[in-house]
T-cell receptor
Framework: DGGITQSPKYLFRKEGQNVTLSCEQNLNHDAMYWYRQDPGQGLRLIYYSQIVNDFQKGDIAEGYSVSREKKESFPLTVTSAQKNPTAFYLC??????????????FGDGTRLSIL | AQSVTQLDSHVSVSEGTPVLLRCNYSSSYSPSLFWYVQHPNKGLQLLLKYTSAATLVKGINGFEAEFKKSETSFHLTKPSAHMSDAAEYFCVVSVQDMRFGAGTRLTVKP
């Protein structure tokens, strides 16, 4: 069954620590995305990747980093520079490279909290 | 540039009554429009999409939406609410990239 797998479901970060959120897809999609969701707000784009070995900053990239070494994988690192990392993080993928009429498919998210 | 406004942050209905979730959009170009649903601690699931074909779009679980260009609206409706419809709903406008509304939380009372 095709889909997007995010792990872990819950993650805790200590002060000064970097943490990495995993996102894997077996949909054979070219494009992948990371969003941050805060209560009462819509999703905000952190980073996106249209193709392997290439990625672009979204609206709120500061304090985050990504890599895209394989088509199936798009991990997100929340660095110590991100001062307010507590949020729900969603990974998504789509067939096209940011084509407007292609829907995105979402994982079930990772909830990150500060210890 | 494009943007989307969901006019209600919270809608409450009784089971078996109609549902209306309102969405207005702004776009310089002909957009694609989507509605997604999110249950607690889950990802977003696509309900339906409009991509310049028929203006009345039917989706999953009995939902539908009508694209009205003159009103720049894309409201989501369902004739009869079910308890399982209780969730957060997001309207999305897309030209080159997706812009999400702030969401409408739907509560269904027994």
């Amino acid at each position: 069954d095709g889909g997007i797998t995010q792990s872990p479901k819950y993650l805790f970060r200590k002060e000064g620590q970097n943490v990495t959120l995993s996102c894997e897809q077996n949909l054979n999609h070219d494009a992948m995305y990371w969003y941050r969701q805060d209560p009462g707000q819509g999703l905000r784009l952190i980073y996106y990747s249209q193709i392997v070995n290439d990625f672009q900053k979204g609206d709120i990239a500061e304090g985050y980093s990504v890599s895209r070494e394989k088509k199936e994988s798009f991990p997100l690192t929340v660095t110590s520079a991100q001062k307010n990392p507590t949020a729900f993080y969603l990974c998504a993928s789509s067939i096209g490279s940011k084509k407007g009429n292609q829907p995105q498919h979402f994982g079930d998210g990772t909830r990150l909290s500060i210890l | 540039a494009q943007s989307v406004t969901q006019l209600d942050s919270h809608v409450s209905v009784s089971e078996g009554t109609p549902v209306l979730l309102r969405c207005n959009y702004s776009s310089s170009y002909s957009p694609s429009l989507f509605w997604y649903v999110q249950h607690p601690n889950k990802g977003l699931q696509l309900l339906l999409k409009y991509t310049s074909a028929a203006t009345l779009v039917k989706g999953i679980n009995g939902f539908e939406a009508e694209f009205k260009k003159s009103e720049t609206s894309f409201h989501l409706t369902k004739p009869s609410a079910h308890m399982s419809d209780a969730a957060e709903y997001f309207c999305v406008v897309s030209v080159q990239d997706m812009r999400f509304g702030a969401g409408t939380r739907l509560t269904v009372k027994p």
